[in-house]
């Protein structure tokens, strides 16, 4: 940037500028001020934006750079004024977000993102190129935070919405609409986003004045209402503040919405009348990472855009824009080695541009863009298509934040440990595998289980690929308001193993559940927390001397089972689990028999739940495997029992050897006789076929007396059971269906056995058969 381009700030003068009076309240003015008066007299002109429009961002830096104000005003909270300096950080790298929270409530809070092709954004750069001050002129969010709290999903985008409204969703007309949509509608457009990026984004400079003129128009007659009235109110006082600290040329970015209310500044007694006993909180402030699909407008902020990742691309490439999204969207086809050539890019863009000709467009949009990428480059198919649109439309980028940006220490931690474990946030989602056995991923997955536990859930477990209790797969995907969730952990400690061992134990000390204390011993196996065990396993152990309750005891007791097991797999301590887990069981195995009797059907699936959890924990231990089966024997022998807890009883003591295959067939045959009502016997058949259906492929008695018992059934009783008889085939696999059907067929279509016939006086006509047939006896 040339030297004549940078300004210095004037040293203050006392008497104010023209038109201001010394105390600060500039007299009112009848007419908006011209930009920058030539006898040096101070002086406004407010620059209206779209927020996150590269057109509007690219317009904006040039004509910062013809107009060469003394300072640089930017809608956003005036907290930020002391981070601002961090945004000429080399290590500064958009989508960025300022962060307001109050501290100790994490349901208060809001962020304010920038994106490079954001117009605040070039602002705030020009500002630091030319070496001109920059402030933020918002309400400051320490009264935007202080309203009720507007929930833990909600906090990601709260004052955000504040500080980026002019896109249609909260600043609008007394009739409710957005007023782009009026401005477009007006033009004959049916689309705002279309209207606008004809207008302004595709042209090469924005038309500043004749924005301010279209709002004064949209906004005659209109009534902020309290809270806009003071946000613009702010505005009008930091003007005001600009000028007594001796600025003569102030620059205001702001939403093209506020432009009118800005042109006139007017006296200040009226805005200090609206802006006195404006509710405030303690706030604090910092950098955060953002994400393009958190700047879309689908993710629910206010301010967004359809198409960050397109409009990122309309900002880095002024030249031949179409022709270079043609070749990148090819690029990225390619690498999912689908064929696209170099006649593709080419036909692509010349569908693209007629396309635009035809609808009188002044450059194709995206809308021409995506139709000509599907016709020709994805060739109709919509799969690839909608890969685009993730991959660049809305884009997959992940913002970054210096060193140097206040954190507390706990973010500074997981930053520490994330570089030394080589994983880096990411707003992809991607897979990541684990081996255990090595010390690397050992670790990394010891940081995830640690995360977890503090409500940051970068990574989510998934099914791991392949064998061996040594795997471990998660899902991983950086999401901003995990700063958030840091911050507020920042409480419990200052690393990441201290901050998790503090939860857990504040966990083991609240009135919980006892599942929810034995699914937290395991998670702190998992991560490796051996300070906090003992605190888990002692609520644990009292939890469960007072709970009679059968159903909470299995519940609790796979997830320490589980537990059990790390010791050998992970290397870490698991002492004083066995003799919990013992306990438990036995408690279960006395406990169990009384909790079969009576049940309605809700309550005997539920149960079933749990007696499937507790027989898989228990399978790879033989003594107690030996034990919990001799008491699924005494039970499922007995005649009271629900259909459903019969059948799979019995199901489970015949996969396990326990009971023959005739005694089975026997049960069976009881549990469908004419005498058993037919709702109870399709509730048998249901929980024994619970799981797999090959049962009735392979064994042919059991097959034959479901299909007699069905077969006899009345027209009645078989319209009563069929619901109960779908459930349970349609939860089988297709192929096993199909199996079963095929059975059903061949059974059906097998010619009729001939009769036994009395052998001496038969045998005559046998021998003439065999004769005939040619077959010597």
């Known amino acids: 940037m040339s030297p004549d381009v940078a300004a210095v700030a004037p040293p203050p003068h006392p008497s104010g500028p023209d038109g201001v009076a010394a105390s600060g309240d500039p007299a009112p003015v009848g007419t908006p001020p011209q930009p920058f008066r030539a006898d040096g007299a101070a002086a406004h002109v407010v620059l209206g934006v779209r927020h996150h429009g590269p057109g509007s961002a690219r317009a904006l830096a040039a004509e910062l750079r013809r107009l060469r104000p003394d300072i640089v005003l930017i809608e956003g909270p005036p907290e930020a004024d002391a981070l601002v300096a961090l945004a000429a950080d080399p290590d500064m790298e958009p989508p960025v977000a300022l962060l307001a929270h109050v501290p100790g409530e994490p349901s208060r809070a809001g962020f304010w993102p920038f994106a490079v092709f954001s117009p605040e954004w070039q602002a705030i750069r020009y500002a630091h190129e030319a070496g001109v001050p920059v402030r933020f002129c918002d309400l400051p969010a320490a009264h935007s935070l202080a309203g009720p709290p507007r929930g833990a999903a909600d906090a990601g985008d709260g004052p955000g919405d504040e500080a980026r409204p002019e896109d249609g969703t909260e600043d609008q007309d007394p009739g409710g609409r957005d007023p782009i949509g009026r401005l477009a509608e007006a033009a004959g457009y049916d689309d705002p986003e279309r209207w606008w990026e004809d207008v302004v984004e595709h ?179 919509e799969l690839p298509v909608e890969m685009i649109q993730r991959r660049m439309v809305v884009g997959e980028r992940l913002g970054h934040v210096p060193d140097g940006t206040p954190m507390v220490p706990l ?81 419990y400690g200052t690393t990441v193993p201290a901050a ?78 066995s003799a919990i887990v013992e306990s438990l069981l036995a408690r279960i195995r006395a406990g169990l028999p009384a909790a079969v009797t009576g049940l309605d059907d809700d309550s005997a699936r539920a149960l079933l739940r749990h007696v499937d959890a507790v027989h898989t924990a228990v399978g790879l231990q033989q003594e107690r495997r030996e034990g919990w089966l001799a008491v699924l024997s005494g039970i499922a022998a007995r005649d009271d029992l629900h259909g459903l807890i019969g059948g799979r009883l019995t199901r489970i003591l015949l996969d396990a050897g326990t009971v023959p295959a005739d005694e089975v067939a026997r049960r069976m ?62 939860a089988f696999p297709a192929p096993e269906r199909r199996a079963v059907g095929g059975r059903v067929t061949a059974a059906r279509t097998a010619p009729a056995a001939a009769p036994e016939a009395d052998d001496p006086r038969a045998a005559p006509a046998v021998r003439t058969v065999l004769e005939i047939l040619g077959v010597r006896g």
């Open 669 to 730: 045959s009881r549990s469908m006789s004419a005498g058993s009502p037919p709702a109870r016997a399709a509730a048998w058949i249901e929980g024994f076929l619970a799981g797999s259906g090959l049962l009735l492929v392979h064994d042919s008695t059991l097959f034959a007396l479901v299909d007699t018992w069905l077969s006899g059934l009345a027209p009645e009783a078989f319209v009563d059971v069929l619901p109960l008889l779908r459930r349970t085939f349609g």
């Open 203 to 381: 042209r090469g400079d924005a038309p500043f004045e004749v924005i301010a003129e279209a709002m004064e128009a949209v906004r005659e007659g209109y009534v902020p209402d309290e809270r806009e009235s003071r946000r613009e109110a702010y505005m009008r006082r930091t003007v005001r503040v600009a000028f007594k600290d001796g600025y003569r040329r102030v620059a205001v970015v702001c939403g093209a919405w506020h432009v009118p209310a800005l042109r006139v500044i007017g006296a200040a007694a009226p805005d200090e009348r609206v802006l006195r006993g404006i509710p405030k909180v303690k706030v604090e402030m910092t950098w955060v990472p953002w994400t393009y699909g958190r700047l879309a407008s689908w993710s629910g902020y206010g301010a967004g855009v359809g198409s960050p990742g397109w409009y990122d691309h309309l900002f880095a490439c002024p030249e031949r824009p179409i022709e270079r999204w043609m070749a990148r969207a090819a690029a990225v086809l390619r690498d999912e080695d689908l064929p696209v050539s170099s006649a593709h890019v080419i036909e692509g863009v010349r569908l693209a541009n007629g396309l635009a000709a035809v609808r009188g467009r002044p450059l194709a949009g995206l809308s021409e863009v995506t139709e000509a990428v599907r016709a020709v480059l994805c060739e109709g198919a």
């Open 500 to 577: 998790a061992s503090a939860r857990v134990r504040e966990l083991a000390a609240g009135d919980r559940p006892l599942a929810e204390l034995t699914e937290a011993a395991e998670r702190c196996l998992l991560a490796d927390l051996p300070d906090a065990l003992p605190s888990v396993l002692s609520a644990v152990s009292d939890r469960a001397a007072l709970d009679s309750d059968v159903t909470h005891l299995m519940a609790a007791l796979p997830p320490l089972v589980r537990a059990e097991r790390y010791g050998d797999v992970r290397g870490t301590s698991a002492e004083g689990l």
């Open 411 to 491: 973010q500074r931690d997981l930053r520490d440990r994330m570089r030394r474990l080589k994983l880096r946030a990411e707003a992809l989602e991607r897979d990541l595998d684990l081996d255990l056995r090595k010390p690397l991923d050992l670790d990394r997955s010891r940081l995830l289980h640690r995360l977890g536990l503090l409500g940051v859930h970068w990574g989510v477990p998934r099914e791991a690929r392949g064998k061996g209790t040594f795997r471990e797969s998660w899902r991983l995907e950086w999401r901003p308001e995990f700063d958030i969730e840091l911050i507020e952990a920042g409480g």
